[in-house]
């Protein structure tokens, strides 16, 4: 019988990724066929997978290509059929099974999802074939209870699968207790019992100093304390699965070369620099919103963009066109990647409308 185990956390990016990543190349190393799955996601960061059972290749989320390589298997689109890539603040581009189907707008989207579980499902079956163990990863949060009806990515998914949950708290960011007793107290009942237990990620310094902590969280919940996973620096060097990361990113300190990347609203495959920021010499500085591009920058690296023109209007909102023209005058260089490239063009045209 197929084993199955899947990750919620109380939040986005509470490092639920990287734990399924981590918890697959430990499952490998014991000897058993794991497989990743991920019915959902929401990202701009993309990544080749193939389309069993024909010779075409589609789009899943970042994240669940690196778990297949984590495993030691090849991607597939099934890994995660439901991939929304971001466009606006109000929709998105939806990827189905590797393939993209068209744009909805979150409330339109939102009623479509009832019908999208048939076809996750559909994926779930197709992963589970030759697997010992499958690792789930959910999206957001289960505590999101606005979002239940109709939900494939979190608890709609788990109670129809029948895969127990472990809930992941980030000490992090702060009010871990809070995060998972508060989830406790507003999930459903039906939704509360696939909970097996928690885990809190992302510790720093004794450990021993959060017993008290973890007391708490379990009088107050009733459920199994699984551990504590400490801060892993390292994982940063692992590609991220969304834009969020870059909410947070450090500055690596002054090195010789200095590359400047403006942080587009729809930036994309934002990890494709990660070549860059691995050299030694180089300084990598994301540029975000209201700030200048900086003088002393050797190169400016316009990123891709899933809403080129979009993207495009903001750019010049910030006054970034009038500091790249600056930086050219004064002998800089500039680089586009993908939509990036396109806005370094005289003209972009969209006469059907593709790009929000």
């Known amino acids: 019988m197929v084993r199955a185990l899947m990750l919620q956390g109380t939040g ?9 990543a ?3 190349r430990l499952a490998r190393k014991r000897g058993y066929a794991v497989r ?3 019915p959902q996601n929401m990202s701009n960061n993309a990544a080749v997978a193939s389309i069993p059972g024909s010779n075409e290749e ?6 669940q290509w690196l778990q297949a390589l984590a495993c030691g298997v090849p991607p597939t689109v099934h890994m995660n059929p439901v991939l929304l890539k971001p ?8 990827i ?17 999802k009832g ?3 048939a076809v996750v499902m559909a994926s779930w079956d197709h992963v589970r074939q030759d697997a010992d163990l499958v690792i789930v990863e959910g999206a957001g949060s289960p505590a999101e209870i606005n979002l239940r009806e109709g939900d494939i990515a979190n608890m709609g998914f788990a109670t129809r699968a029948d895969v127990p949950v472990v809930l992941v708290g980030d000490i992090d960011r702060g009010g871990v207790i809070a995060s998972l007793v508060g989830t406790h107290a507003i999930l459903p009942e039906g939704d509360r019992r696939m909970i097996a237990g928690y885990l809190i990620n992302k510790f720093r310094g004794d450990v021993s ?3 008290d902590g973890l007391l708490a969280v379990t009088r107050f919940t009733g459920w199994r304390f699984f551990g504590v996973v400490p801060w892993l620096k390292d994982a940063a060097a692992l590609p991220a699965e969304d834009s969020v990361m870059l909410d947070r990113l450090e500055g690596g300190g002054r090195k010789s070369l200095k590359i400047a990347v403006p942080v587009l609203d729809r930036i994309a495959n934002f990890d494709d620099l990660d070549p860059l920021s691995a050299e030694p010499s180089v300084e990598v500085v994301f540029v975000r919103p209201g700030e200048r591009l900086p003088k002393d920058a050797a190169l400016v690296v316009i990123p891709g963009s899933k809403s080129t023109i979009g993207d495009l209007l903001r750019f010049r909102e910030n006054g970034w066109d009038r500091d790249l023209a600056e930086h050219r005058e004064a002998g800089g260089h500039v680089i586009g990647i993908c939509g990036g490239y396109q806005m370094l063009g005289r003209k972009v045209c969209d006469p059907v409308g593709i790009t929000y």
């Open 58 to 63: 589609g789009e899943i989320g970042r994240g």
């Open 209 to 211: 100093l959060f017993d």
């Open 22 to 24: 981590g918890l697959c």
């Open 115 to 117: 019908e999208l579980l």
């Open 96 to 112: 189905l099974q590797g393939r993209a189907i068209g744009q909805a707008e979150a409330r339109a989207y939102q009623r479509r």
């Open 87 to 94: 466009q606006s603040e109000r929709g998105s581009q939806v």
């Open 12 to 20: 986005s990016d509470v490092g639920k990724t990287v734990l399924v």
């Open 36 to 38: 990743p799955f991920k």
